[in-house]
């Protein structure tokens, strides 16, 4: 059974920094481009950031500069690492496999001013 698991979200101040994980079990990691989506109180999710198979990256306007997508995939494991982060950050961070459509459960980032 495929299984996606999200850890590392938190309260953060504005400025600071947080990393996610999300760790795939059930399928072969290595065949699937990954991908972070957020979900704000009342709003749509948001596409956050997109590593494909051979380590391409791909990310959302609002986010580019300061978060960094990355993959392990001796670990089955995909990270987000975010920089300076903004209140406006604030929002369950969910990982995809976008092979299988596959989501987590989601990690709540919350940022502080």
């Known amino acids: 059974q495929v299984q996606l698991t999200e850890s590392g979200g938190g309260l953060v101040q504005a400025g600071g920094s947080l990393r996610l994980s999300c760790v795939v079990t059930?399928?072969?990691?290595?065949?699937?481009?990954m991908a972070w989506y957020r979900q704000a109180l009342g709003k749509q999710r948001e596409f956050v950031a997109l590593i494909t198979i051979v380590g391409r990256t791909y990310y959302g306007d609002s986010v580019k500069g300061r978060f960094t997508i990355s993959r392990e995939n001796a670990q089955n494991t995909m990270y987000l690492q975010m920089n300076n982060l903004e209140p406006e950050d604030t929002a369950v961070y969910y990982c995809?496999?976008?092979?299988?459509?596959?989501w987590g459960q989601g990690t709540q980032v919350t940022v502080s001013s």
């Open positions: 059930g399928s072969d990691f290595n065949l699937s481009d």
């Open positions: 995809n496999d976008r092979r299988l459509a596959r």
